[in-house]
């Protein structure tokens, strides 16, 4: 599988080359604002694959539904195949073969259960999906926040280091949500 690039890459590093230069000048908040941003990207990363994970549990989820709706299917055209035959032996006046009918019951019931598993795979590929979600909305808002950091340098006014932490503080409570399972 492909890495993907991460955006913020580049203003991470710009941000702490703007952090040792801060420290012979004296303007130590930005030493903070590279701390802070660090720490954010390391958020954004783990954020990021459990993302990817649960994509992809959706995914593989969403698949073995459709197996067993294939199967449920399969069952349904057996079954009709059996009541089929009943029908053109009593048509021409015989009788219909017993085990037919006890597999027409047990193919009915089978197919309950199929579909039982189906909906169960497709519930769980929507929480999957649900998570994911949840999860993709903190990793742009964590990269906002390192982007925004990165502007708090370049343009040297605070407030902007201010409204990044604010940016990861969202992003924080949509990681801890997802994280406690909500």
Known sequence: MEELEDPTESLHEHIHEEAH??????????VYVALTTAVIAVL???TSLLAAYHADESMLSQIKASDQWAYY???????EILVSDGKL???IGKAAVPSDEEK????KAEQQEIMNKAKEYEAE????AESHNTLARSVTLFQIAIAIGAISILIKKRIYWLISLAFAGVAAFFFILQLIGR
């Open 21 to 30: 230069h801060a420290e012979a000048t004296g303007n130590k908040w930005i």
């Open 73 to 79: 299917q399969a069952k349904g055209i057996k079954t």
């Open 104 to 107: 027409i019951s047990e193919n």
């Open 89 to 91: 032996l009593k048509a």
């Open 125 to 128: 590929s929507h929480r999957h």
């Open 44 to 46: 954004s990363a783990i």
